[in-house]
């Protein structure tokens, strides 16, 4: 059994009230962890403890190239555990391996890059009036709250620690409580590679608790956050006590857009990996297929032929392609949402049940779903189901297509499928989303930015818009002939 402790001034700590929450494994249900139960009062020291850390400029002020060295060091180490890490991953989200593996690769590959970037020219001169030469600098931020979501546990925490720590802030982190082992042990990372004490800090617990006394006090000056978008408006308003930088990135029900013209047994494929990678448990997941009504009965048929044949399982058996949702609470909501579908009188083409056979009985495993003959106005084709539950919906034409596509309160990703280049880029151009692809979909990158528009969040991770997130923008303007500007008379 392993014993999660907060992270806080270099210390590994319990909970001041030595409250602890199991942390269970969604492929069986066992417990395989104990997280410390963070309190308001754990999360105002670690707080407390960040603010004096930034103010003493033990890493604001350390030379780029030397916090770019800690960060190559972080990445280094996430390397070396990264068979350790996958494992863990794989426990405690339940994605299978090849997915988990993946992300490992990928934080190891986010450090690396805001290591880099760090140390690269940044800022702007401007040409005005002689005597005078005016630029902008940029400077950390100060003390960040960082709050991530379970669906990728060391992914989303390294998409802000990266940049966050690269651009001189300290911080105080807080992973979601359903997943709190990767992140643990990227903290345990920082402590071997010798990150001065003080600067990342890690409170576990619960959102309305440590998360909300991160988003509301006066001593964070910034909050980046991960999650739903019910609880991202939450932040907001807890926010706006100091009137505090923030970042939020939130829900979507993406459109993927399936032109007759594509290539027909790519645009399956993808879907298919657009909706049932991650279990669905994807901000970016493609739960919206908009197929044009000349092959959209041969589409149907295809895509629910090969969802029946998606191999659901463990995520540590290498035969598993689909692992299951991240715990019992999700997988209720998940198939409640199933039965509002049914009940809206959607028609289910396959799946729609919780899967209890082969050993698979205490699990979360649920079946890859698909619904057709849905209209605009339904939940399910409106609402984040965060599930394998995907609506397939018919459109006429172009301009058809790019209505349905934008006709939901989010405005994350989206996607087109054909060989008409004029026309896909054009479609996507009419897109209200912040993330696009042309025939592909999830594709993501660290050097490129990732968020929504709509309501799907503000501001962007990743690339150098994500390092921007974490700074401030200084104006200084320099009196190159110095003088008295003699204004006044006397
Ligand atoms: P939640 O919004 O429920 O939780 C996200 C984090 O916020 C958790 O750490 C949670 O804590 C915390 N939290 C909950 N309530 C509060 C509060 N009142 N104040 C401060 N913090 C709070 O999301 P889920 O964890 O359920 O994750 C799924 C959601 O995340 C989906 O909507 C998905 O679309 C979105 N997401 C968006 C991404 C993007 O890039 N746009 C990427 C990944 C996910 P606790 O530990 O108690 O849960």
Not at 255 to 260: E, H, L
């Amino acid at each position: 059994m392993l014993d999660l402790k907060m992270y806080i001034n270099g210390e590994w700590r319990d909970s001041r009230n030595k409250e602890k929450r199991d942390v269970i494994n969604p492929a069986t249900g066992e417990v395989f962890a104990q997280a410390a139960e963070g309190t308001v009062e754990d999360a105002k020291e670690a707080i407390e403890v960040a603010k004096r850390t930034f103010e003493s400029g033990a890493w604001s002020e350390l030379p780029p190239i030397e916090r770019a060295s800690y960060l190559f060091k972080i990445a280094d180490k996430i390397d070396e555990y990264h068979d350790e890490l996958t494992k863990l991953e794989t426990m405690d989200n339940g994605k299978p391996h090849r997915e988990a593996d993946g992300d490992i690769t990928d934080a190891a590959n986010c450090f690396r890059y805001y290591a880099g970037l760090i140390t690269k020219p940044d800022g702007q001169t401007y040409h005005v009036a002689d005597p005078m030469q005016a630029m902008v600098v940029r400077e950390p931020v100060g003390v960040c709250g960082l709050i991530v979501p379970w669906n990728y546990p060391l992914l989303m925490s390294v998409w802000k620690l990266a940049p966050a720590l690269a651009a001189g802030n300290t911080v105080v982190f807080k992973p979601s409580e359903v997943t709190p082992v990767t992140p643990t042990k990227l903290f345990e990372i920082f402590e071997e590679v010798g990150l001065p004490k003080g600067v990342a800090n890690m409170v576990m617990g619960a959102g309305p608790t440590v998360g909300n006394e991160i988003a509301e006090s006066h001593d964070v000056d910034m909050v980046s956050f991960t999650g739903g978008t019910k609880t991202g408006k939450h932040i907001m308003k807890a926010a706006v006590g100091n009137m505090k930088k923030i970042s939020l990135e939130l829900g979507g029900k993406s459109p993927n857009i399936i032109f007759a013209d594509s290539d027909f047994e790519t645009a399956v494929d993808w879907a298919l990996f657009g909706i049932f990678s991650g279990s669905g448990q994807v901000c970016s997941a493609g739960s919206r297929i908009l197929v044009e009504e000349s092959i959209y009965d041969k589409f149907v048929d295809r895509f629910v032929e090969r969802a029946k044949q998606i191999n659901v399982g463990p995520g540590d058996d290498e035969n598993t392609e689909m692992g299951p949702l991240v715990s019992e609470q999700h997988m209720e909501k998940v198939l409640s949402y199933i039965n509002i579908g049914k009940e809206e009188g959607a028609r289910l083409a396959c799946g729609g049940n919780r899967i209890t056979k082969d050993g698979l009985e205490k699990g979360y495993f649920v079946e890859p779903t698909v619904f057709v003959d849905v209209t605009p106005d339904m939940r399910i084709v409106q609402e984040e189901i965060f599930g394998p539950v995907v609506v397939i919906q018919k459109f006429k034409d172009e301009e058809d297509a790019i209505k349905l596509a934008n006709g939901t309160d989010y405005g994350l990703a989206g996607g087109v499928f054909t060989v008409d280049g004029a026309k896909a880029l054009r479609v996507i151009k009419k897109l209200r989303a912040g993330i696009t692809w042309i025939n592909t979909y999830h594709p993501t990158y660290n050097e490129a930015p990732w968020g929504g528009y709509k309501q799907s969040g503000i501001g962007r991770s990743l690339g150098t818009f994500g390092l921007e997130e974490f700074q401030e923008i200084k104006q200084i303007n320099i009196n190159l002939q110095v003088e008295p500007i003699g204004w006044f008379s006397k």
